[in-house]
């Protein structure tokens, strides 16, 4: 294989993981949204649906991260989930921290949810693609 052709393919993969992630995202945010918007319906509050949403979506991400961002097809192990799940701690945290600021500085949970999960986003790519990645 051509040393442009390699490149050419990296590039490839790379976008694809990109483009997986933020699709991963944007139904991991969907599940959220859903879920938040439920609880407020219900009466809940925006901080308390967020506990069970926040677990969800991540877990929701995990499997299109798995299956396509990073195209890992072995059979999921407990160990794999939980690493995973441990990874995305540091963003959860942060979006967890940083939805519950903007809820209590007045702003809507649309907003918070929105600003939370942009910041954890990036945070969270790098180590997926790391825990996939690896040989």
Known sequence: ???YDRINKTKFVLIRQIFGFGFAGVMGFAVEYILISG???L???AITPRVVSL???ILV???INRFFSFAHYAPISFKEVMAYYLGMLG???A???IYTICILS???ALVSLVIATCIAAGMNFFFSRYLFLKP
Do not use: K, V, Y
């Open 1 to 3: 294989m051509a040393i």
């Open 39 to 41: 609880g407020l319906a």
């Open 43 to 45: 009466g809940l509050g």
């Open 55 to 57: 677990p969800l979506a």
């Open 61 to 63: 991400t995990f499997l």
């Open 91 to 93: 963003g959860a945290a």
């Open 95 to 97: 979006s967890f921290l």
């Open 106 to 108: 007045q702003f809507s």
